[in-house]
DNA sequence: TAGCAAATCAGAACAAATCCGATTTAAAGG
DNA sequence: CCTTTAAATCGGATTTGTTCTGATTTGCTA
């Protein structure tokens, strides 16, 4: 997903563009990682150094509703990522436990499990791979 | 998983026995499905009225570090329930998310997995199918 | 450009989980 | 048995991630 886009989505769903929203949008986008809330924040306070964490949170979490960021949790943190898998077709990632970083994985088991139990109604589900990417092996040595 | 096997595990790996401890693993024991620390504590309480959460807390880690218990999270908090992939062979679970009553899945889709990105180790993977059973769907109406 | 609803602020409040020092207890050895 | 000792537990304070509240500011539209 692209910044435009991304504020596409909000317009439309009538939600008002701040320069936060956007510099939210556009930290998240310049990395193909899950960032912590925290990250966002120490990163948006570059530019908006008063930002309280009320509006990082927030927003995130419209963001998520709107399928504008992907959610994840990593050592009992919420974590985020700019939607990739709307781009294309549906998929799901490997994760580096370390920094976030993450690198996609082809399919869906979704699509190959024979069967669910029929007395669930199925709402979603989770596929994640996780793991330690090259550079934070290289860094632990 | 049976109790007495938990308890061999703790006993093996040099673990005092204590009737909390016991008494933590029946009541996981007691049903498929995964239960908070909350929960966990509610039911202790008939037994031992006076339990600290830490207690709780520590032992819930515990076994989860020896495998006794696997762990997940629903709604920001732990969930655990008695390991069960432990018994037969590996495999994934239905998680109704208001109850956190589960059934099994077939396979693993590490299994099927073409390849994950060689510049990550991998270390773990979680796979999970949420929705509402029966019972919840029930009471919902 | 006025008015309104949405967005933000600042800090209080919350809930899950962990830490701490003091006390109790399981179990191994005499 | 009795003693000893390290592990387990207690009770409550603390930390951490997140959400709420009420006052203020800011986009947008008419």
Redesign the interface.
Known sequence: MKVEEALQILKANGYKYTGKREEMIRICAAEKRYLSAKDIMERIKEQYPTLSFDTVYRNISTFVELGILEET?LD?EGRYRLACSADGHHHHH?I??ECGKT?????C??N??????D????????????????EC?AQSN
């Open positions: 949790e009992g490997v580096c436990t690198s996609s994985l082809p399919g088991p979704m190959v499990l024979a069967a669910v139990p007395d669930f109604q199925v709402t979603g589900h989770k596929f994640e791979v996780y793991g330690t990417c090259k092996i």
